[in-house]
């Protein structure tokens, strides 16, 4: 009979014996000793992950029901304040914990932590509990102090960001910025557990949660609503009011973080404060967790100059009689912006990490660059629609998400409008710039990413300074957009170089000892290296950028007669939120319809074959790569 007669996976070809083999025991010097047990070092991810799409589906769709219900939120504050000052005091009083959490969640720490806590999952004896316990203790003190002193320092806070502020508007402004400065903790909490989740493949509940806080903050608004006195400046505001509004958006967050207990519960993980940090290992990820504090500092330096750069413009804008042309309508313009990079790339990006990270951990760095390729390849079929449909039917847009309330005017959302488009030109290259710095952060380096990111935001501030000096009121908040789309095109140039030189840098793969044979195995290797293309980066550059060139001109016919069309169904229909709704619907239809029809011909045919499977349209799949190996020899 035909048997096996090892175990090692790595040790065979995977073909079966051509002839019987009679089984031969092993002699008894190598039989195996019962007390050298291997500790079980990975008991948290004994089941078998899910693949990396359908975690991305399962967090784009948590993320997208968050988005929506984000979309309701803001149109109530939108309702509630205006974009007027009270809107304006209201936004930058909420704007400090807001940007900390973006550049937690949506950046430098979550991707820090997760290769930390996937290889410490792998290699501690205790799969790596102690060393979770331990690196949440440290980063809770962190988080302590950290809030804490913001709040004491909210006044001068305010006055870095907002120095145009007196009075009582800066009173008012100082007011909402206490109630809401406690949000830092409990987004740090969510940030943090949420990657103890993801470190263990399990994506959902930190997608899903933020849903509970868009129904608190809509329930608060609305409260607002109905028991406020309707105050449209700082000086009507009571102080009821200004802590019921800053400390119901707090409750928000608070909610949010707790939401992930049960899922905490689920996977098995219980948290123990240990302060034994000496001798932990806990060097390289503080080391790691310095330089992304870094980057977050040097975002809020930029952040600050934007910030103060909108609520002058603001400021101006009232003395000239201008609706809208401050903080409020940047913000609300960046909140649409940001919504594919958060559905698309964060979900499929955050999917892949752990896998990315195990492949730096191997020194398989190709695969590392392969996956963002991938990725970027995947996402491309529906954030190149996503940009078309933000610059066609910005207007149309902006009114479905602000166009309400009694004090919001045609002249406010058009505002937002024109800011969205300039935003949206950079879409592309912020989403992939983006997936880019996670290659750097699965291979453990944080440092790069630090430096790129001030090039990056040194770029925006000082473009965003030259459009306030050189337009006008009207149209600096549009001018600032744009010159974060000049500097997310920078960036991804830079980015896409430095991690393409990275990857290249891949170590000569080692034999594995535990072969059968480990000398043929090993001169199998060298052979196969010799004989491969040296030194590929995985990334695939040209195709990737060809890829969205080709979607872009297959949504463009489209885009021109969709703009015509939502705008005649709008006027056919008498304006307002049901004419812009009508028109945006069938604009959208009419993008979607060129980007089907023209795809395939202009060879993007599988780059959308994902979004029709997702909308449920019969769309032909795909011939199958001519570079795809079937018939190499």
Same mark, same amino acid.
């Given at each position: 009979?035909?048997? &096996?007669? $090892? ?17 031969? =025991? ?20 004994? #089941? ?45 009083? *909420? ?28 290699? &501690? ?44 508007? +800066? ?15 409990? /987004?740090?909490?969510? $940030?943090?557990?949420?990657?103890? %989740?993801? !470190? ?12 509970? *806080? ?58 123990? =404060? ?56 940047? *913000? ?14 964060? !979900? ?28 970027? +390849? ?19 847009? $902006?009114?479905?998400? /602000? ?32 997936? %880019?710095?996670?290659?750097?952060? !699965? ?21 965003? /300074? ?81 890829? &969205?060139?080709?979607? @872009?001109? #297959? ?44 795809? +395939? ?17 019969? /769309? ?5 790569? @001519? ?5 190499? +020899?």
């Amino acid at each position: 009979m035909t048997m &096996h007669t $090892t175990d090692e996976p790595h040790g065979s070809y995977g073909d079966p014996p051509t002839m019987s083999l009679r089984h031969i =025991p092993p002699p008894p010097a190598y039989a195996p000793s019962a007390a050298p047990v291997p500790p079980q070092r990975r008991s948290p991810e004994k #089941a078998a992950p899910a693949s990396a799409g359908r975690n991305g589906l399962i967090m784009a769709i948590g993320s997208l029901a968050s988005r929506a219900l984000g979309f309701v939120r803001s149109a109530v504050i939108v309702a509630a304040l205006t974009t007027g000052p009270i809107g304006d005091d209201f936004n930058v009083g *909420n704007s400090l914990p807001n940007i900390v959490y973006m550049m937690l969640i949506g950046g430098a720490l979550a991707s820090v932590f997760v290769p930390e806590l996937v290889q410490a999952a792998q290699t &501690h004896k205790d799969g790596g509990v102690a060393y979770t316990d331990r690196l949440l203790t440290i980063c809770g003190v962190f988080l302590v102090i950290l809030t804490v002193g913001a709040v004491l320092a909210a006044p001068m806070i305010v006055s870095f960001y907002a120095p145009s502020y007196t009075g009582a508007q +800066r009173d008012l402004t100082i007011a909402f910025a206490r109630y809401c400065l406690p949000q830092i903790f409990f /987004y740090g909490v969510f $940030t943090l557990l949420g990657q103890v %989740l993801n !470190s263990r493949d399990r994506f959902g509940a930190m997608m899903w949660t933020p849903v509970l *806080n868009n129904v608190v903050a809509i329930g608060v608004f609305g409260l607002y609503m109905l028991v406020g006195n309707n105050a449209r400046t700082e000086q009507h505001m009571t102080s009821g009011a200004t802590m019921l509004l800053g400390l119901g958006s707090t409750l928000g967050i608070v909610v949010q973080a707790l939401a992930l207990l049960p899922s905490l519960r689920a996977a098995n993980f219980r948290w123990k =404060p240990r302060f034994d940090w000496r001798g932990a290992g806990l060097t390289k990820p503080l080391r790691s967790a310095g330089w992304a504090l870094a980057l977050v500092l040097v975002t809020q330096l930029s952040f600050s100059v934007i910030t103060r750069l909108t609520t002058s413009a603001g400021k101006l804008g009232e003395h000239l009689h201008l609706p809208g042309v401050g903080i409020a309508a940047y *913000n609300n313009a960046y909140q649409l912006f940001v919504v594919p990079q958060g559905v698309i790339t964060i !979900s499929l990006v955050t999917a892949l990490l752990p896998q990315m990270s195990r492949s730096a951990a191997a020194g398989k760095l190709e695969e590392v660059g392969a996956a963002i390729a991938g990725m970027l +390849r995947t996402s491309a079929g529906m954030i190149i629609p996503a940009t078309v449909l933000f610059i066609a039917l910005a207007p149309q847009i $902006t009114s479905a998400a /602000y166009g309400y309330g009694s004090s919001t005017t045609p002249a406010d959302t058009l505002v937002i409008a024109q800011t969205l488009i300039a935003f949206a030109i950079g879409l592309p290259a912020f989403c992939a710039q983006y997936a %880019l710095a996670r290659g750097f952060y !699965s291979m453990g380096d944080a440092r790069t990413p630090f430096w790129l990111t001030v090039a990056t935001t040194g770029t925006n501030a000082g473009l965003s /300074y030259v459009a306030y000096l050189v337009l006008s009121p009207r149209w600096i908040i549009v001018g600032m957009a744009g010159a974060q789309s000049i500097a997310c095109v920078l960036s991804i140039v830079i980015t896409g170089w430095a991690l393409g030189k990275r990857l290249r840098q891949a170590p000569a793969p080692q034999a594995r000892p535990s072969a059968p044979d480990a000398t043929l195995m090993l001169n199998t290797r060298d052979l196969g290296t010799r004989r491969a293309r040296p030194s590929r980066s995985g990334l695939d550059g040209g195709r990737v950028v060809t890829l &969205h060139l080709a979607l @872009a001109l #297959a949504c463009l016919p489209g885009a021109l007669a969709g703009h015509w069309l939502a705008a005649t169904c709008g006027s056919a229909l008498g304006g307002g939120p049901i004419g812009n709704m009508v028109g945006l619907m069938a604009g959208s239809l009419t993008v979607l319809v060129s980007l089907f029809v023209l795809a +395939r011909p202009l060879g993007a045919g599988a780059a959308v074959a994902p979004l029709a499977r997702k909308l449920r349209l019969p /769309y032909p799949e795909p011939a199958a790569a @001519a570079n795809s190996g079937k018939h190499r +020899r």
